[in-house]
Every structure is written in structure tokens, then in C-alpha cells.
């Protein structure tokens, strides 16, 4: 079947624009996760959905990041305001979820490649 | 705050070497581990995951990994490494109960034919 999907797969914007960001999980898998992976580096934690709502936002770095997952499915980052620092790659897991603490496994998307100019 | 340490950046070896990388963990707590693989090209995918139980954990394409809890270790190895074993190896750690995933900087692997 369909596995992750992410979409735009390359964004180039410039300092001070908005982007969003979207990602497609698999077909009922309630839990969403968004990573960013600098280079060089692992995928640093950025928010974590099981259904609709944010169960963990910890990761995010500033105010100028947001994600939404308004029907439990599909979910779109959003950040405000980029700069240069922003630039990575994006990249969205889902997993078949159930409401508490994960135990099952992660599927990652391609990854959305951002670069702020 | 919860690190995850990959001392090793870069890996070469030939074909049917062993292989043995490195993952060190800081958190004195319970802990999930978890290695993942990103081949060229694709996306990360999952190689295993330890929640309890027997400490030797065993995945797929013949790794495995041994969890020490005395020295916050989860070291990945592979008896026989091939050529189609070239890729990025990624340890992450999850505190158990929690949502997030701390990963490392990630080990390059290239496997000499």
C-alpha cells in the first residue's frame, strides 16, 4: 500500500516568508510525527499528534513553528517568518498509534528539503 | 536533557567483515532503543527496537543489537557485513512513556565489494 507521502518534496522560499509544509500518513495510522534533520545530523523531534490533537510539542523550536492535523489525518508544519537556520529537511512518520505511548513502528516519509535563501 | 552519542561518524569496510557500531545513551531512567537505516535513496526504515525482556535484540537482514543497561549502551552488530548493507545507521532512544524520539548523529557505513 501507500506508504508516507510529503509534499512539496523541495521548498526554496526567503528569509521573512511563510511556508507550510504537508504530510500524508498511511491510511489509519492515527499517531503523526514531524522531525527536522539538519546535515550532518539525526532527526531532531519536533511535534508528535495522536488523532487530531498535539500530544507532545516540545520539540518545537520557537513560536514561529506550527503544526495542525485538523481531521486526524493529514498534517501541515507551518512555519512563520523563516530564516536561514530553518533551512533542513522535514521529515513526517506515522504509526498505527492508540493513544498511549507508542510501541509501534515509525514510518517515515521522503521528506520535504527546505531552503531559506 | 536526554543525548544520544554515535561515536562513529564514518565506517569502511570490505565485504564479510563484522561490524560493530556504537550507541551511547544519557538517561538514567527506563528507556526504549531503537536502530534505523536510511539506504541511499530511500527513506529511514526501522532495523529493531528493544522495550524489555532479553537484552540481545535480533532484526532484520541479520542484525542485532545488545542493550547494557550498566553502561547506557545499545550497540548495533552484523557478523558479515555486504555490500548492500551501505547506508546511514541511525540509534534513537525514547524515554518510556514519552513520545519523543532522541537520535544520534547517525554512522555512514560504506561496504567495500
Known amino acids: 500500500g501507500a506508504g508516507v507521502s510529503q509534499t512539496p518534496s523541495n521548498k526554496v522560499t526567503e528569509k521573512g516568508k511563510y511556508v507550510e509544509l504537508r504530510c500524508d500518513p498511511i491510511?489509519?495510522?492515527?499517531?503523526l510525527y514531524w522531525y527536522r534533520q539538519s546535515l550532518g545530523q539525526g532527526p531532531e523531534f519536533l511535534i508528535y499528534f495522536q488523532g487530531t490533537g498535539a500530544a507532545d510539542d516540545s520539540g518545537l523550536p520557537n513560536d514561529r513553528f506550527f503544526a495542525v492535523r485538523p481531521e486526524g489525518s493529514v498534517s501541515t508544519l507551518k512555519i512563520q517568518r523563516t530564516e536561514r537556520g530553518d533551512s533542513a529537511v522535514y521529515l513526517c512518520a506515522s504509526s498505527l498509534g492508540g493513544g498511549g505511548p507508542p510501541t509501534d513502528t515509525q514510518y517515515f516519509g521522503p521528506g520535504t528539503r527546505l531552503t531559506v535563501l | 536533557a536526554q543525548s544520544v552519542s554515535q561515536h562513529n561518524h564514518h565506517v569502511i569496510l570490505s565485504e564479510a567483515a563484522s561490524l560493530e557500531l556504537g550507541c551511547n545513551y544519557s538517561?538514567?531512567?527506563?528507556?526504549?532503543l531503537f536502530w534505523y537505516v536510511q539506504y541511499p535513496g530511500q527513506h529511514l526504515q526501522l532495523l529493531l527496537k528493544?522495550?524489555?525482556?532479553?537484552?540481545l535484540v535480533k532484526g532484520i537482514k541479520g542484525f542485532e543489537a545488545e542493550f547494557i543497561k550498566s553502561k547506557f549502551s545499545f550497540n548495533l552488530r552484523k557478523p558479515s557485513v555486504q555490500w548492500s548493507d551501505t547506508a546511514e545507521y541511525f540509534c534513537a532512544v525514547r524515554t518510556s512513556g514519552t513520545y519523543k524520539y532522541i537520535f544520534g548523529t547517525g554512522t555512514r557505513l560504506k561496504v567495500l565489494a
Open positions: 538517561y538514567g531512567g527506563t528507556v526504549n
Open positions: 491510511s489509519g495510522h492515527t499517531a
Open positions: 528493544y522495550f524489555s525482556g532479553d537484552p
